[in-house]
C-alpha cells in the first residue's frame, strides 16, 4: 500500500440517531465533525443506504446482537471513498464501494477500516448495489453455500417479496430451480413477475397449499419467520432437504429477553439437524467466522457480492426497490418498511 499524509480537511457528517425505545418518529438528525482517519481508514461518502430488518428489530430492542443506546443505525452502504488514511492505497479516493457495518451507516460520511471494502462497478448504480449488498450475500450464501440446491430442484421462499427473498427468487429461477413464494395476495403479481408460484402467507392453510405444489416435499426452504410455524417449515421437506432459518420476524415483537426466542430457535433446529432423516436445519449468520478469521470471512464476502453484482450488471438480477428517501427522512423510510405494505428495499440516499 502506498503511505499517504493524514488528511486534515474537516468533514461534517450528518447522522441519523436511534437514542432509544422510540417510534420511528423519535429518530434524532445530528450533524458531527467526522475524525481524521486513522491508520487503515477511509472516509467513505454515503450514496446509498437503507432499511433492513435488523433495523427494525433494533428500534425494539430485540435485535440479537445490538449495541447501547443511543447508537446510528445503518447495516450497509454504497459509497465513495473521499480520504485515506496512513497507510491506506491514495488511488482508492474516488471510487465506489460497498461496506457491511450492522451499524453507522445512516449517515452522510462515515469511517469504514479499508480492508472492509468491497469493489462496485460502475455500470451498477448505487441505489442497486446497495439493495443486493447484505440482502444479495445472503440469498446467495443460503442457496449456495448451505442449501445447496441444484438446477431441477424446487424451493420455498417465505416472504418472496422482501429485500432477501426477492433477490432469493431470482438467483434460483437463474439457476434453473422451481420457487414457491409466499406473500400477501397483494404482492402476488410481483412474485409472479420474479418467477416464483405465489401462496398467500396470510391463508391459514398455507402450508397445505405448498403441499399441493409440490407433493413430493421440497428441496428446501428459506425461513426468516421463525416462531411456531418453522416446525410446519420443516415438515414440507423432502428427505435430503434443507431448511435454512434466518430470522424471527415472529418474535420481533416480543418484550423480554431479546436473545431468547433465538436460543430456542437453535435448540429446536439442532434437535432436528440430528435426527437420522437426511434432512438439514440450520441458522444462517450473515456474521459467522467473523471473529474467527476475519480475512477469509471477508474474502467470502467479496466473492459472493461479486457474482451477485455481476448478475445485476448482466441484467438477469433486477433490484427490488420499493422507494428511495433521503436520509433527513430516515423516519418516514423506517415507518414505510414496517408498515409491510411494499415490496423491495427501502433505500436511503443523500440529500439533493
Known amino acids: 500500500m502506498n503511505s499517504t499524509a493524514t488528511v486534515t480537511v474537516t468533514v461534517t457528517a450528518t447522522e441519523i440517531v436511534l437514542p432509544g425505545l422510540v417510534e420511528p418518529d423519535g429518530l434524532e438528525l445530528r450533524t458531527r465533525d467526522l475524525p481524521a482517519p486513522v491508520k487503515g481508514q477511509v472516509v467513505l461518502r454515503m ?3 437503507g432499511v433492513s430488518f435488523a433495523e427494525q428489530q433494533m428500534r425494539r430492542g430485540t435485535y440479537y446482537d445490538q449495541p447501547p443506546f443511543p447508537f446510528v443505525p445503518g447495516y450497509d452502504v454504497v ?4 480520504a485515506v488514511g496512513p497507510e ?3 488511488s482508492l479516493v474516488g471510487r465506489r464501494f460497498a461496506a457491511v457495518t450492522k451499524t453507522g451507516a445512516w449517515a452522510s460520511h462515515l469511517l469504514i477500516d479499508a480492508v ?3 469493489p462496485v462497478p460502475d455500470e451498477v448504480a448505487a441505489a442497486d448495489a446497495e439493495t443486493v449488498v447484505v440482502n444479495g450475500i445472503t440469498a446467495w450464501q443460503m ?6 440446491v441444484r438446477t431441477g430442484g424446487t424451493i420455498v421462499v417465505l416472504g418472496a417479496n422482501g429485500g432477501v427473498g426477492s433477490t432469493l427468487v431470482q438467483l434460483a429461477r ?12 397483494r404482492h402476488h403479481a410481483t412474485v409472479r413477475e420474479l418467477g416464483a408460484t405465489p401462496v398467500d402467507y396470510r391463508d391459514p392453510h398455507m402450508y ?4 399441493e405444489l409440490a407433493p413430493d416435499g421440497v428441496d428446501a426452504v428459506f425461513d426468516h419467520v421463525g416462531g411456531a410455524g418453522v416446525e410446519q417449515s420443516w415438515q414440507l421437506l423432502r428427505r435430503g432437504g434443507a431448511l435454512v432459518s434466518y430470522g424471527s420476524a415472529a418474535t420481533k415483537d416480543n418484550e423480554g429477553n431479546s436473545q431468547l426466542p433465538v436460543l430456542k430457535l437453535f435448540a429446536r433446529l439442532a434437535a432436528w439437524n440430528s435426527l437420522p432423516n437426511g434432512k438439514s436445519a440450520q441458522f444462517y449468520n450473515f456474521w459467522a467466522g467473523k471473529r474467527r478469521c476475519r480475512a477469509s470471512w471477508q474474502q467470502r464476502m467479496n466473492e459472493d457480492l461479486a457474482q451477485v453484482l455481476r448478475l445485476v450488471a448482466d441484467g438477469a438480477l433486477t433490484p427490488q426497490i420499493a422507494a428511495r428517501i433521503p436520509l433527513s427522512d430516515t423516519a418516514a423510510a423506517l415507518t414505510l418498511a414496517e408498515s409491510r405494505t411494499v415490496a423491495g428495499k427501502i433505500v436511503i440516499v443523500p440529500e439533493v
Request: charged fraction near 25%; charge should be neutral.
Open 143 to 148: 442457496l449456495h453455500r448451505i442449501a445447496k
Open 208 to 211: 397445505e397449499r405448498i403441499r
Open 174 to 185: 437463474h439457476a434453473g430451480i422451481t420457487v414457491i413464494g409466499t406473500a400477501s395476495a
Open 116 to 118: 472492509d471494502l468491497m
Open 47 to 49: 450514496d446509498a443506504t
Open 79 to 82: 459509497g465513495t471513498v473521499t
Open 88 to 90: 491506506v492505497d491514495a
